[in-house]
Each structure stands twice: as C-alpha cells, then as structure tokens.
C-alpha cells in the first residue's frame, strides 16, 4: 500500500475544508485532509517497514499530506548525516508554514556543532520555507544551554515582506523574550527589528504565559 493509499483512508472531508482555510496559500485540490496525529501514524508505520527511501525519492510530491509524511519520516532517522542531507534534498519542496513548522528530526539535538553550519546556511535562504525551517530550528535548539547572543543576530538580520517569513522572526524574538530576556530584549529597546515584526514579537510575548508580567508591561512600552 503506497503513502497516498494510507492517506486515503484515513482522510476526512470536514477537516479538508478546515486545512484549506488554514493553509490558503496553496491549491485546495492538493489537500486531502488527514489529520496529523494521523499522519504521525502513517509515518512512523512506513518508516519502520523499511521502504521508506523509495518514497522519500519521489518528489516532488502531488499532495500536501504526502509532504508532511515526508517530513515526518525524515525526523525519524537517527543518523544525522543522513537525515540532514535528506532534509537538504527535500527543504526546496517546501511550499507553506506547516510543512515547515511540524517536524523536528531527532538526530538534531545531540548534533548542534555538526547542526549549526546548516541553520545558518538555511537562514541565509532566499527560500521562504527553508529560511522558516532555519530559524525555528534554531530556536528549538538553541534558546538553551547552547545559546549565543550571535544567533539574535541571525533572525535579526532576515528581513523580507512575505508574511510567514515576518511571523517566523517575531516568533523566534516572542520565545527569546521568553528564554534569554536580558539578550533579546535588547533588541526591542533598540528597535532592531522592522516595525510590523517588532510589534508582533511584543504581542506575541504579552500573550505568552512564559513571559513575566513585569516584563510584558515593560514589553507594552515599546509598542
């Protein structure tokens, strides 16, 4: 049974009309509607029967599941060479935020000095999506104990007007207000980031239950 046979079957018509509305930015008719804890399942299913490569060749993929399962499968391989080359291979594909956003390879976290030189190369990609991916990886992997105050930078400095590129920096700054507040907050005191980004990364923050309230009313000043 292929990818698409398993997604057939698990599809739900009422939560095709929801994804649709939610992802707007890509044909409706390239939408089954599959839910993702479903699609989780599908992946983990082919990615133990072993016939997962074929799959992760044929691309590009006709249908917006198919691309999660794809990532999804991906995040399942534990070596780090060869999923961040596959993650390399199918970064390109990646045409809306979910794709994007959903997938987090294992291998990553026990990898970062290996990881790092990617991010930064992914960050620096014209590509909407594989500049999205960078950033949220970096801020998945590196508002922790592997922090620098040089990352800020990195998000800082990708500027751009599509919108899911702008949510992406203000998000990365939200959860840096959160994590590493003496760093980032820095660069709202100094208005580094471009105005729209700037006021969504102190929404974003205020509305965080990770930020404390001292900090958001000083957050609302710089509005």
């Given at each position: 049974?292929?990818?698409?046979?398993?997604?057939?079957?698990?599809?739900?018509?009422?939560?095709k009309?929801?994804?649709?509305?939610?992802?707007?930015?890509?044909?409706?008719?390239?939408?089954?509607?599959?839910?993702?804890?479903?699609?989780?399942n599908?992946?983990?299913?082919?990615?133990?029967?072993?016939?997962?490569?074929?799959?992760?060749?044929?691309?590009?993929?006709?249908?917006?599941?198919?691309?999660?399962?794809?990532?999804?499968?991906?995040?399942?391989?534990?070596?780090?060479?060869e999923?961040?080359q596959?993650?390399?291979?199918?970064?390109?594909?990646?045409?809306?935020?979910?794709?994007?956003?959903?997938?987090?390879p294992?291998?990553?976290?026990?990898?970062?000095?290996?990881?790092?030189?990617?991010?930064?190369?992914?960050?620096?990609?014209?590509?909407v999506?594989?500049?999205?991916?960078?950033?949220?990886?970096?801020?998945n992997?590196?508002?922790?104990?592997?922090?620098?105050?040089?990352?800020?930078?990195?998000?800082?400095?990708k500027?751009?007007?599509?919108?899911?590129?702008?949510?992406?920096?203000?998000?990365?700054?939200?959860?840096?207000?959160?994590?590493?507040?003496?760093?980032?907050?820095?660069?709202?005191?100094?208005?580094?980031?471009?105005?729209?980004?700037?006021?969504?990364?102190?929404?974003?923050?205020v509305?965080?239950?990770?930020?404390?309230?001292e900090?958001?009313?000083?957050?609302?000043?710089?509005?």
């Amino acid at each position: 049974m292929t990818v698409y046979d398993r997604l057939l079957q698990a599809k739900d018509d009422k939560y095709k009309e929801f994804q649709a509305k939610l992802v707007p930015n890509i044909p409706a008719e390239t939408i089954i509607g599959v839910r993702t804890p479903d699609m989780r399942n599908i992946a983990k299913d082919v990615f133990k029967s072993g016939d997962y490569k074929e799959f992760l060749q044929q691309l590009p993929h006709k249908y917006y599941e198919e691309n999660l399962v794809h990532f999804f499968i991906i995040s399942l391989i534990k070596d780090f060479d060869e999923c961040v080359q596959l993650v390399e291979a199918f970064l390109p594909y990646v045409d809306c935020w979910p794709v994007s956003d959903q997938a987090t390879p294992k291998s990553f976290k026990k990898n970062h000095e290996k990881l790092l030189p990617y991010i930064k190369k992914w960050i620096a990609s014209d590509h909407v999506y594989t500049a999205r991916f960078g950033m949220r990886i970096l801020m998945n992997e590196f508002l922790g104990e592997d922090f620098k105050e040089e990352y800020l930078e990195l998000v800082a400095s990708k500027t751009g007007e599509d919108y899911y590129l702008k949510m992406m920096v203000a998000w990365y700054f939200a959860t840096a207000l959160a994590k590493q507040y003496d760093a980032s907050v820095k660069f709202i005191e100094q208005h580094r980031l471009e105005d729209w980004t700037h006021k969504k990364a102190i929404q974003k923050a205020v509305e965080s239950y990770r930020v404390t309230e001292e900090h958001k009313e000083y957050l609302k000043s710089f509005r």
